[in-house]
């Protein structure tokens, strides 16, 4: 899973650098506490968003990543989240390997707010307590083939 706030830049300037700073101290708490309770594992800080993993199927994921974007807008700020699932490559305390490449290319697909997941993420999940809206068929820069995305309802 990827996280990104949206207009960080922007808010950055806005705000000035003391107040963002407090402000991305916030959500980097908050979405610490969510990737917790949720059972998540920070890999590392990527900017202004997070790389987590989670064991098991992604309905933890699903269910952290929407309390991520619940938590960023009762701070005033939007974050985009996108979530594949597959095997990843250890890496000492870092992943990599295509289902990371994938799940960053989702990530920078998904619009304000939203949680967008690919179709493996869907098809795990398909016949859960989660809706999703098709969102097509898309290319992923350096993935071979269209992928289906689909964003997760709240």
Same mark, same amino acid.
Do not use: E, K, Y
């Given at each position: 899973m990827f996280t990104d706030i949206v207009d960080a830049t922007?808010?950055?300037a806005r705000l000035g650098d003391g107040r963002w700073r407090d402000l991305l101290a916030r959500h980097d708490e908050e979405v610490r506490k969510e990737l917790q309770r949720f059972d998540g594992r920070e890999v590392k800080t990527v900017g202004d968003g997070f790389l987590a993993t989670f064991a098991g199927p992604p309905s933890r994921a699903l269910?952290?990543?929407l309390a991520i974007t619940q938590s960023a807008r009762e701070l005033g700020i939007e974050v985009r989240v996108g979530m594949h699932t597959g095997e990843c490559e250890l890496? $000492?305390?870092d992943v990599g390997g295509?289902?990371?490449?994938i799940a960053s290319r989702v990530?920078?697909?998904? $619009? /304000?707010g939203e949680v967008l997941v690919s179709g493996t993420v869907f098809g795990t999940v398909v016949g $859960? /307590?989660?809706t999703f809206e098709d969102r097509g068929f898309h290319e992923l820069k350096g993935v071979p083939g269209r992928w289906p995305l689909f964003a997760l309802g709240v």
């Open positions: 922007a808010h950055a269910r952290c990543a890496i $000492g305390d295509m289902a990371v490449h990530s920078g697909l998904a $619009g /304000p $859960g /307590p989660f």
